[in-house]
Each structure stands twice: as structure tokens, then as C-alpha cells.
């Protein structure tokens, strides 16, 4: 989960620290359309060099895809290290306090820099969150611009050549960052595409309603289209995002269900697996399920954060769901004709959460059998409805929660992952070892496998694997011929 990555210059990141240079994939890597724009902004020449440094989630690492892709097409030039570039730019997350606090200590690394000529910026949802007061704690900051307004980026940059001192872009209601013709994407086989912007839950811990603004839905068209274009380029796993996806709700006409979007984008010739990520346990329906069970292309693999055990946890939270209900919805994938793996995300120590209540999650955690866990300390975030709310418990012991709740979960996918070895699965080849022979990638539950494979070139392939080993993280196997 969140964890700071550079966008390379030239470089595309595989798992297992793999690498190929950019220009042999320069044209996988883009939509036709984005491809020539992106050349002939290469050609004309030096607007100037930037390195982007992206934290957060993985709707940040898609805006990031965004952000490079039309910078590119402008003539700005890549670079790998900030020392290189003319441009620095943050694309940042606040969604706990120790992800934004990471971005002012890297511009605190500026201070003493800031007549050296270069221009740096901040995007994503600190500079939404914080605006332009994000000029009063660093100075030497002369662009902030939040998610729905990248489109601006290349004006906003126009402004500053100008000599304007200071540009902001922080408009929350606009759909423009749907338009992806330019997106650059790191990864060559397996392309994310947002199909809702924004959250209109209102989770009382929770930032993104005031960073991302409302919901907004891209029409089913303009998705598939790209789908389409996308599968033409060779990229043949497609993640739907979002940061409550299947509260997807189609503009156009057609007016498609989101298992409708799923089963269409799974049509598209070409496309070999379909992803989605974040689900919301309140809008995850039966139809959902059916899908899955109805077509193997998509992946039987379902995100579905609960946050809590306890149901007065859960309404101090409002996230709109009791334990029970939850659990009908855990029950629904359960009964599903095709197993699916499940995963989670928990936030510990939320304010009055007491010890009793924090025991009815683990004992979630020992019922529904999650394949995986995230988990976090609660973090007060600003204006938030639970900021009001006393943030009493001491750090220790939510550290002490936390700890307790990854123990119990490592016990479970242990004693889960040692079951499926012999077991054989489809793995989408995504990583090299530095170590001979030895390839990874991902099931279509998104489990993690190392294997061993005398096979000369495997990545972006299919193949079969069968499990050998495991550990609570990760499977090990052997390319299955
Ligand atoms: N404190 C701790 N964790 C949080 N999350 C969201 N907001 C907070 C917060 N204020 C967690 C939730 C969410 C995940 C992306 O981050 O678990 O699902
Ligand atoms: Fe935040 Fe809740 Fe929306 Fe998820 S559903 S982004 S936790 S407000």
C-alpha cells in the first residue's frame, strides 16, 4: 500500500527491481493518439526536464501516469533524479498525517535551494488539502495543483515562463481528468484507468471527500473505447479504479451497471484480465458476484475495506454498514460458484474504540479469513467530521493494536497460502530476479509468486505455475509446462 515511488525517466519499474529502457517501449506504453502527441512533443525540442515523485494510492500512481504523459507530449523531458531536473513535482497523498508530514519534509529539503532556478510544485491532495497556505510553509513552492485540474498544468506552467510568481489550480468539480489521451503508463502490461473521480461517503476519518471532491462517473463509452485502444497496444490485464468503484454510475444513456462495465470491458478483444479496486461494501451487489462467477476474465479477486468489527465502531465512523451486513456481503462471495480471494483494510484506535471492540475485530478477522490486510493506526485528519472526536488512546497502544491485529492476520495467511501448495495457477509474468531464472508475478486472486523458470523471456506472458512453497506474503513455485 502507500509507499513513495519515483515515476522514472526512461525507465519502466518491474516487481522484482527489473528494468527496460524507455524508448523501445514508448510506443506500448501510450494509447495511439497519445503515442504521436507524445512524440511530437519529444521533437519540439526542450521545454525543460522534470522529475515527478508520486506517494499514496494507486488512483496517485495513475494521475502520476497522467501528469507525465502530458508534460511529455508538451516536450518536457524526464529525468530521474531532482538534481537533473528544471521541474520538481510532488504528486502527494494526505489520507493519514505521516503521508503529508513526508511531503513537507521533502520540500524542506529546498529551503536552502530556492534560487537555484527551479520550479517546484505540488500536486494531489495535499495541495488540494492545504491550498496556497502550502506557499506560506515553503516559500520556494511556486505550484499547487490538486488531481481535478492537471489539465491546467501545462498554463499554469506557461504562467510561471512568464514570470507570474505563484499558480494554483484547485478545482474539485470538474470531470477533465478523465480526459487520458496523453497518459504515459509505467507498467507495460497491465494499464489502470479511473472510471470514478472523487467519494460521495462521508467517512467521519476520512479526507478524500475534501481532496478529490464529489463523485463523478466517466461515461461507459468514453471507457471502453480506451479499453479498446489499450488492448490494441497489447496491454491485456485492465484495473478499473476508483476510490469506491463500484459506485460507478454510468452518465450516459446506456446507463451500464457497474457488472454490466465489468463484463463489457472483459468482451473487449484482447483483454485477458480485468481488475477493479476500491469496492464499498454498502454498493457491492449480487450482480457483482454473478459476474465474476459468469466470466474468468475477471479476477476473482475483491478489495472490500471494512475498517472495523464492531458495529458502533462502524456508525462513529458512518460508513453506512453494520458488521452483520458486512458479513452477508463476505457470506455472497462465499456461496459464489468460483472461489474469491478477499482482502481489507483496517484502521485501529479509532477514537472511544474500546478493547472490547477492537477483540470483535480480530474475531472478524478469524471469521471472514481475509487472503490479505492493510492496516492502519487511526491518524485525525483535517476537516473531518471525527476530529471532534477525542483522539485519547496513546500511540502505544494503537501501535499495540495494530500489532496484535498483524500477528493474527500472518497466522491466517500462513496457515491459508501453505494450503494451496501443489496447487497450479495462471500467473501474468511481470518480474525478473537479478537471480538467474527466477521470474514473479500475479495470479488472478493476486497472490504473489516467485518461480523458477528455464524459459529465456517470460515477462508480459502467461503461464502456469505450480506452488511449492509459501509464506504468509508470497507463494513460491515452478513454471508448470
Ligand atoms: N486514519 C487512518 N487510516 C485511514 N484511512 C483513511 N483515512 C484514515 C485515517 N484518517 C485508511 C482506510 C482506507 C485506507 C485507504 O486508508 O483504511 O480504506
Ligand atoms: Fe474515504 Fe470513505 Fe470515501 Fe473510502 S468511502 S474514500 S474511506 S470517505
Known amino acids: 500500500m502507500p509507499t513513495a515511488r519515483q515515476s522514472r525517466a526512461g525507465v519502466i ?40 515523485e508520486t506517494f499514496g494510492c494507486q488512483m496517485n500512481d495513475h494521475d502520476s501516469e497522467k501528469v507525465a504523459g502530458l508534460l511529455l507530449s508538451r516536450g518536457y523531458q524526464q529525468v530521474e533524479t531532482p538534481e537533473a531536473a528544471s521541474l520538481i513535482l510532488y504528486n502527494t497523498c494526505s489520507i493519514r498525517e505521516k503521508a503529508a508530514q513526508k511531503v513537507f519534509s521533502r520540500l524542506g529539503e529546498y529551503r536552502e535551494k530556492q534560487n537555484e532556478g527551479k520550479v517546484i510544485g505540488v500536486l494531489g491532495c495535499v495541495a488540494q488539502q492545504e491550498g496556497e497556505e502550502i506557499f506560506e510553509r515553503a516559500p520556494w513552492v511556486s505550484l499547487v495543483c490538486g488531481s481535478a485540474s492537471y489539465r491546467k498544468l501545462p498554463d499554469m506552467l506557461t504562467q510561471l515562463e512568464a514570470g507570474n510568481q505563484r499558480v494554483t489550480g484547485l478545482d474539485t468539480d470538474t470531470d477533465a481528468t478523465f480526459e487520458t489521451e496523453v497518459t504515459r503508463r509505467d507498467n507495460p502490461w497491465r494499464a489502470y484507468l479511473t472510471i470514478i473521480e472523487g467519494c460521495d461517503k462521508a467517512c467521519s476519518y476520512c479526507v478524500v471527500p ?91 479477486h475483491v478489495h472490500l475495506p471494512v475498517q472495523s468489527g464492531s458495529t458502533r465502531v462502524l456508525r462513529a465512523m458512518q460508513r453506512t454498514y453494520s458488521r452483520e451486513v458486512y458479513l452477508e456481503k463476505i457470506a455472497m462471495m462465499r456461496d459464489a460458484n468460483r472461489p474469491i480471494a478477499i482482502t481489507t483494510d483496517i484502521i485501529v484506535g479509532f477514537p472511544g474504540e474500546t478493547e472490547f471492540e477492537f477483540e470483535e475485530t480480530l474475531s472478524l478477522l478469524d471469521e471472514v479469513q481475509y487472503d490479505n490486510l492493510f492496516s492502519f493506526k487511526y491518524s485525525p485528519r483535517p476537516n473531518t467530521p471525527s476530529l471532534s472526536m477525542s483522539d485519547s488512546m496513546s ?54 509468486i516467485n518461480f523458477a523458470s528455464q524459459e529465456r523471456e517470460l515477462l508480459g506472458t502467461y503461464v502456469q505455475v505450480r506452488v511449492t512453497g509459501a509464506g504468509p506474503n508470497s507463494l513460491l513455485g515452478d513454471h508448470a509446462v
Open 13 to 52: 519499474n518491474c516487481d522484482l527491481g527489473m528494468s527496460k529502457p524507455f524508448d523501445i517501449e514508448l510506443e506500448r506504453l501510450t494509447s495511439q493518439a497519445s503515442y504521436s502527441e507524445i512524440a511530437r512533443g519529444v521533437a519540439a525540442g526542450q521545454r525543460g526536464t522534470f522529475f515527478l
Open 210 to 300: 475534501f481532496t478529490r471532491g464529489p463523485e463523478r462517473s466517466r461515461g461507459s463509452d468514453s471507457i471502453l473505447k480506451e479499453v479498446r485502444q489499450l488492448a490494441e497496444l497489447g496491454y491485456s490485464e485492465v484495473q478499473l479504479l476508483g476510490q469506491t468503484v463500484n459506485s460507478y454510475a454510468d452518465p450516459t444513456p446506456r446507463k451500464m451497471r457497474f457488472s454490466e462495465l465489468l463484463l463489457a470491458v472483459a468482451d473487449v478483444q484482447g483483454v485477458r484480465r480485468v481488475r477493479f479496486t476500491t469496492s464499498h461494501p454498502s454498493d457491492f451487489t449480487p450482480d457483482i458476484v454473478e459476474a465474476i462467477e459468469e466470466q474468468p476474465k475477471i479476477c476473482d
Open 395 to 448: 500511540e502505544e497502544e494503537k501501535g499495540r493494536r495494530l500489532a496484535v491485529l498483524q500477528d493474527r492476520q500472518r497466522e491466517i495467511q500462513s496457515a491459508k497460502n501453505a494450503r494451496l501448495v501443489g496447487k497450479r495457477f495462471e500467473v501474468l509474468v511481470s518480474g525478473k530476479s537479478r537471480r538467474e531464472n527466477q521470474w514473479s508475478g500475479y495470479t488472478t486472486s493476486h497472490r504473489m
